[in-house]
């Protein structure tokens, strides 16, 4: 069997591949361009091996479709960086709740032993400090940040689990 030399399998995949993509990427919430992108390059990992072009064929509607789900799972899992959730945007309540719930955690963190308070704030500062930003700014060693972080955590942890009430046994109280 003799392998198809990759301007011929462009020329040949190449439009069935971009109408295949196009019609896919909108409910994938994706870019045509990104879809058709991902599939070139499933195709050269692991590419069609049939002679027949119907074969070829299928197998590129298969990959289109399989790259436009993985991408649909993504998109479901994946919170972009700052964003709120859309719902929760301009409702009044959910503003009141975050801020109560922020105020509970600013007087739990002032709360802690030793250096925590002074290394927790700066870890929520929201100028988003690297570890060595920290380490600087509390005289310590950035290798040492880590564990005084997850001690910290810990206490914090305790803290909070001893002020609020544990869930309910979800209707399983009897």
């Known amino acids: 069997m003799d392998q198809l030399k990759e301007p011929d399998l462009l020329a040949e995949l190449g439009p069935l591949l971009s109408a295949e993509a196009a019609a896919e990427a909108p409910a ?7 879809l058709e992108q991902a599939v070139w390059v499933r195709l050269l990992e692991h590419g069609p091996r049939d002679p027949d072009p119907t074969g070829r064929a299928r197998w ?6 399989t790259e436009a789900r993985l991408a649909r799972r993504r998109s479901r899992r994946e919170v972009t960086y700052g964003a709120a959730p859309a719902d929760a945007a301009g409702a009044p309540e959910t503003a009141l709740l975050h801020g109560e719930e922020n105020r509970v955690l600013r007087s739990a963190v002032a709360r802690l032993p030793g250096r925590c308070p ?3 704030g700066a870890l929520l500062s929201p100028r988003d400090l690297t570890y060595r930003e920290i380490a600087g700014e509390l005289g310590i060693s950035q290798g040492s940040l ?13 803290m909070l689990a001893a002020e ?8 399983k109280e009897r």
Not at 60 to 65: D, F, G, H, M
Not at 146 to 158: E, H, N
Not at 164 to 171: H, M
């Open 28 to 34: 994938a919430g994706m870019e045509a361009a990104d």
């Open 164 to 171: 609020v009430a544990a869930p309910g046994l979800w209707g």
């Open 146 to 158: 880590g564990p005084v972080r997850s001690r910290c955590l810990g206490c914090l942890r305790r």
């Open 60 to 65: 590129l509607r298969r990959a289109v479709r």
């Open 118 to 120: 002074q290394l927790m």
